[in-house]
Nanobody, 115 residues
Framework: QVQFVESGGGLVQPGGSLRLSCVVS????????MGWYRQAPGKQRELVAG???????NYADSVKGRFTISRDNAKNTVYLQMNSLKHEDTAVYYC?????????WGQGTQVTVSS
């Protein structure tokens, strides 16, 4: 069984910052890639940022220059530093991990950007 512990979501004003963390534990094999997705009400889930075990990174165009993804392979942890947050960043943010056994998802953490 694979467990995710996501943290760092919350309410923030436009222009503010949040840092999301996701720790993966349990019956895990090598984690090839980790990433953050988000889903806003009425919209499909979309990739925010992803990072491989060799630190290759990709970002959604909408977050480039504002968000930074990083990873601690030894701790099976991925982070998402979110700066200059906008109303349209409001969503549930999900962590995922790609392993030999498949792709696994966290339970999600709510990020709300509102004044």
């Amino acid at each position: 069984q694979v467990q995710f512990v996501e943290s760092g979501g919350g309410l923030v004003q436009p222009g503010g910052s949040l840092r999301l963390s996701c720790v993966v534990s349990g019956s895990i094999s090598t984690i090839y890639a980790m990433g953050w997705y988000r889903q806003a009400p009425g919209k499909q889930r979309e990739l925010v940022a992803g990072i491989t075990s060799s630190s290759r990174i990709n970002y959604a165009d909408s977050v480039k220059g504002r968000f930074t993804i990083s990873r601690d392979n030894a701790k099976n942890t991925v982070y998402l530093q979110m700066n200059s947050l906008k109303h349209e960043d409001t969503a549930v943010y999900y962590c995922n991990a790609a392993m030999a056994g498949g792709i696994y998802w966290g339970q999600g953490t709510q990020v709300t950007v509102s004044s």
